[in-house]
């Protein structure tokens, strides 16, 4: 079982950059792919974008272009780049490892606290 350790998160001014990172206790996670997901208050949790042990990204539409994801797999460490924020970035952002991509990703292990992330000036 692994355990995730997001970090990163704060209040930030739209148009800000703030870049989130989560901490994984597991090494084996270098064979699944990596995700963050955010849940806004009222919604149910959305993936955002993921990244496969070899690096390949993808996001979902509402994030494409402004955030940039990437792991070092040696540190165990996955990180989310978020630039030009909006207030509906506001959210709780996760990571977690996961089966899947973009579009149908199933995560793998419990989840951690996550990273609040408020958009607001």
């Known amino acids: 079982q692994a355990q995730f350790v997001e970090s990163g998160g704060g209040l930030v001014q739209p148009g800000g950059s703030p870049r989130l990172s989560c901490a994984s206790s597991?090494?084996?996670?270098?064979?699944?792919?990596m995700g963050w997901w955010r849940q806004a208050p009222g919604k149910q949790r959305e993936l955002v974008a993921t990244?496969?042990?070899?690096?390949?990204?993808a996001y979902a539409d509402s994030v494409k272009g402004r955030f940039t994801i990437s792991r070092d797999n040696a540190k165990n460490t996955t990180s989310l780049q978020m630039n030009s924020l909006r207030p509906e970035d506001t959210a709780v952002y996760y990571c977690?490892?996961?089966?899947?991509?973009?579009?149908?990703?199933?995560?793998?292990?419990?989840w951690g606290q996550g990273t609040q992330v408020t958009v607001s000036s």
């Open positions: 990244v496969t042990s070899g690096g390949s990204a």
């Open positions: 977690n490892a996961g089966i899947g991509g973009i579009s149908n990703m199933i995560p793998i292990y419990y």
């Open positions: 597991k090494s084996s996670n270098d064979d699944y792919v």
